[in-house]
């Protein structure tokens, strides 16, 4: 499965806001010297395989964060915040008001504009938001917590206040990945 290069551009340009440009510089040298894949130019139409994409946020946690993987989730709350910004690159995928259309239409086609591989299927139930990805053989658990958090930011920028629980996971045996979100009022 590979990821739409705005999932690094958008990291590239919080972790240069908040480090420094030259510090992220500095960190991308270092990660090329480790992996010749991160000599290539990623700009936001790239097509990153996912594992490389978790090589960096590994080694931003290991970097920046003392080797705190539960940043994971962090940075998919960053994610979500810069791509649905007013002046971000997906900010039209707010464009409609009602909760339900937002879940059946906008948050699947999120997931659709950055990955090529996996079917999401999302349903709002109650005052519960289902979110599902089945057909995905990447298994890591820390991801799957990057995605938890973008798309629980995703339904925060909407204007929604959510608790976050995931109920399945490929990493831990499951078939899927499976999140709800319990909106608070």
């Not at 040298?29 to 990623?42: P, R, S």
């Not at 999401?120 to 298994?139: A, M, P, Q, R, S």
């Amino acid at each position: 499965m590979k990821i739409k290069g705005t999932f690094y551009v958008t990291t590239k340009t919080a972790m240069a806001e908040v480090f420094g440009q030259e510090r992220w510089d500095s960190f991308m040298i270092k990660l090329a010297e480790k992996d010749n894949y991160f000599k290539n130019v990623i700009m936001s139409i790239t097509l990153i395989p996912v594992e490389k994409l978790v090589v960096i946020f590994d080694e931003m946690c290991k970097e920046f964060f003392n080797g705190d993987y539960s940043q994971y989730m962090m940075f998919g709350k960053v994610g979500a915040k810069y791509a649905l910004a007013p002046d971000g690159p997906y900010k039209s995928y707010l464009l409609s008001k009602d909760l339900k259309q937002f879940v059946d239409f906008a948050l699947p086609k999120l997931w659709t504009t950055y990955f090529d591989g996996g079917v999401c299927t999302t349903w709002l139930e109650n005052n519960i938001i289902h979110f599902k990805v089945t057909g995905v053989d990447f298994k890591h658990y820390y991801f799957e917590q990057t995605l938890l958090g973008y798309f629980q930011k995703a339904i925060r920028v909407f204007g929604r206040k959510t608790v976050a629980k995931q109920i399945s996971s490929l990493s831990k045996g499951d078939n899927d990945i499976y999140f709800q979100y319990t909106l608070k009022d």
